[in-house]
């Protein structure tokens, strides 16, 4: 392997580099546009974007205003039309070629030909982490995702919401600092899902990650994020951004499932979703509310 | 965590229990299945001819001149037993003869290490082309209307030339053998089907998976043998199959126009020859070419076997 990265080499690298203090995610007036045969879409206009060392930030809107756009540009899977995007002070290139996030597509992409821990080790072994060291951060990352059991299946011998549990196990396994989610809880079923989301939490607190998460769904949005962006489509825009403010919980390892009954949580829930529908209807099309994900795209 | 322990063991319970049975089971039967069908064949296709050499007239069916079913005398349709048992005998009357058979099965095993090794040849070519043409699309632009092209043109048909071509090469202590024009006008068969199936295979990973390995800023190599090679699987092997009916075509079609001694094209020839005398005789060879392709098939469908685990699909079956 001529281009093995391995993680540990890159965080040192920012440690010593100058700006210790860079922002994990950094957009200033990003414009993206698609040419298509139908004319030029604007996927998204003007976003201005921070999202802290640590801070955990979740995108929602309505089907088609851009968030998987903005997730793919900040993995360097696309390259903006226009404006600055920087990565722990870095061009979104480098930080991909350092490895300093880790991503959860909207599908699982889990490897067919893989059994379940070979398709978590993939990064590992892209990286040369030594095959001891895989295996047990392999165990690690199933037991945390409850597929212990299922280390030897293949992908196709497990349901939608296993396999999208292993692509997140997957995201994890280096142990980024930068964690980019698009729907990851999509599949799942509201009691795995649930279960997901504290894990993310403490996941979170524990390696210190900044996430960006993308979710159709306003209660998960609440829950797990410091900030939640909300954005409108057509051109693709950043509508609001809300502080949560949950008095039960000002360092993140405290949300645990008493928060979702607390009255604070559904003061939150209510004003994402006044920003949503008031994001959307001062637009042409009156209030349409914010679809809960079937879109594949 | 302990949630998760409880819906592990939910799953844990339904799963294992009706798949360990399930999914070994059906090869298997499948596999016994297949043999089944294949003796049947093999048995109804004997009773039609043993059928139609006894109720068939004579002089075979005919409609005005034209003779639409054979003749059904011993010399046209021997006896399937009359075959069987020719094989077992001597070749020749000469002293030491080895039994038919055995002849047969000598030549059908150097046909089979030519084809073998224009297929090996084929597939090298094949796969050098097809990674050529997925790296580099000017390659593919370039090449693929060429590598079409050259399908058109009946090497089988030039194949004297070729061996003559040969046999002015000489480089150093290596000289050009008889065999090795046969070996690359297989190759020449082969490689097209392999061309065509690696690179679709090897362009086959879905955006999913190629963004997946750029975000681990894997390079070209490292995706290649990880991502690339494995999602070509499923295209290479029917590919390889075709390639190796090719070959085995290409290799005794060859050896029947260069005139190659020993191999099994050689053979029906020769043994045709002789069928007004011995008219079971001239089947041998026949069957030769039947067990010679049935082995080359069979090769790389044992292949597929070793491969298994590559053809399977990210969706639940
Ligand atoms: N490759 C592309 N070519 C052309 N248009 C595109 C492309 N990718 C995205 N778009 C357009 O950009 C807009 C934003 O798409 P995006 O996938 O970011 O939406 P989204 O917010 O993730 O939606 P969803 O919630 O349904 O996943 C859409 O109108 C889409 O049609
Ligand atoms: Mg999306």
Redesign the pocket.
């Known amino acids: 392997m001529s281009d093995q990265i391995p993680t540990t080499t890159s965080a040192a690298e920012t440690m010593t580099g100058a700006a210790g203090a860079d922002a994990a995610v950094e957009v200033r007036g990003l414009n993206?546009q698609?040419?298509?045969a139908s004319g030029i879409?604007h996927?998204?206009e003007g976003i201005d974007l921070t999202v802290e060392a640590g801070e955990f930030v979740s995108?929602i809107?309505?089907?088609?205003?851009?968030?998987?756009?903005?997730?793919?540009l900040i993995a360097d899977l696309?390259v903006p039309t226009s404006g600055e995007l920087t990565v722990f002070g870095k061009t979104a290139t480098q930080a991909r070629l350092d490895q300093d996030y880790g991503i959860a597509f909207?599908q699982a992409g889990l490897l067919p030909w893989r059994t379940v821990a070979a398709n978590v080790a993939l990064p590992l072994e892209l990286h040369g982490v030594a095959s001891a060291a895989r295996r047990t951060r392999v165990a690690d990352l199933l037991e945390m995702v409850g597929l212990t059991e299922f280390a030897d299946r293949f992908p196709d011998q497990l349901s939608g919401g296993m396999q999208q549990r292993v692509a997140i196990a997957r995201s994890l396994a280096e142990q980024p600092r930068l964690l980019l989610m698009?729907?990851p809880f999509g599949a799942l079923d509201e009691m795995t899902r649930e279960k997901m989301q504290t894990d993310l939490v403490r996941i979170a607190a524990d390696t210190g990650a900044a996430v960006v998460f993308?979710t159709?769904s306003i209660p998960e949005a609440v829950f797990l994020s410091d900030r939640v962006v909300v954005?409108s489509?057509?051109p693709?825009r950043i509508s609001d951004i809300i502080p949560m403010r949950l008095d039960a919980a000002e360092g993140r390892e405290e949300r645990d499932d008493d928060l979702r009954e607390a009255s604070s949580f559904f003061e939150m829930v209510t004003e994402v979703r006044e920003a949503l529908h008031g994001g959307a209807s001062d637009g042409e099309n009156p209030a349409p509310r914010a679809?809960r994900?079937?879109?594949?795209? | 965590m302990t949630a998760t322990r409880n819906d592990q063991r939910g799953e844990v319970a339904v799963r294992p229990a009706n798949q360990s049975g399930a999914v070994a089971n059906p090869a298997r039967t499948r596999l016994f299945g297949g043999f089944l069908w294949g003796i049947a064949g093999v048995v109804l296709i004997a009773l039609i001819w043993e059928g139609y050499k006894f109720f068939g007239p004579d002089n075979g069916v005919l409609i005005g001149e034209l003779r639409v079913l054979p003749r059904t005398t011993d010399l046209a349709m021997p006896h399937l037993w009359d075959m069987l048992t020719r094989l077992a005998e001597p070749v020749t009357r000469a002293d030491g003869a080895l039994p038919l058979w055995a002849v047969v099965a000598l030549a059908s095993l150097m046909t089979l290490g030519i084809a073998a090794a224009g297929w090996a040849v084929g597939v090298i070519v094949g796969v050098v082309f097809a990674l050529l043409m997925q790296r580099w699309r000017l390659a593919e632009f370039g090449l693929l209307p060429w590598i079409v092209i050259s399908q058109t043109v009946p090497l089988i048909a030039f194949a004297p030339i070729v061996k003559s071509w040969g046999s002015r090469v000489e480089i150093g202590s290596f000289e050009w053998q008889d065999w090795m024009s046969v070996a690359l006008i297989a190759s020449y068969l082969a490689f097209f089907p392999i061309t065509v199936g690696a690179l679709k295979g090897l362009q086959s990973p879905d955006r999913i998976h190629v963004e997946l390995f750029d975000t681990y800023a894997a390079g070209y190599w490292p995706t290649l043998v990880r991502l690339r090679l494995p999602a070509a699987v499923p295209y290479l092997l029917p590919a390889l199959r075709l390639g190796a009916a090719n070959a085995v075509i290409g290799a005794v079609v060859a050896e029947v126009s260069t005139g190659l001694q020993g191999g099994i094209g050689r053979l029906l020839i020769q043994f045709a020859g002789q069928a007004s005398g011995d008219p079971s005789k001239a089947w041998g060879p026949i069957f030769g070419a039947i067990v010679l392709g049935l082995v080359a098939a069979g090769s790389v469908a044992l292949l597929g076997m070793i491969l298994k685990d590559y053809r399977r699909t990210e969706e639940a079956a």
Do not use: I, N, Y
């Open positions: 993206k698609f040419q298509t879409v996927a998204l995108l809107g309505p089907s088609g205003c851009g968030k998987s756009t903005l997730m793919r696309d909207q698009d729907e993308v159709h954005m489509p057509r693709g679809a994900g079937v879109d594949t795209r």
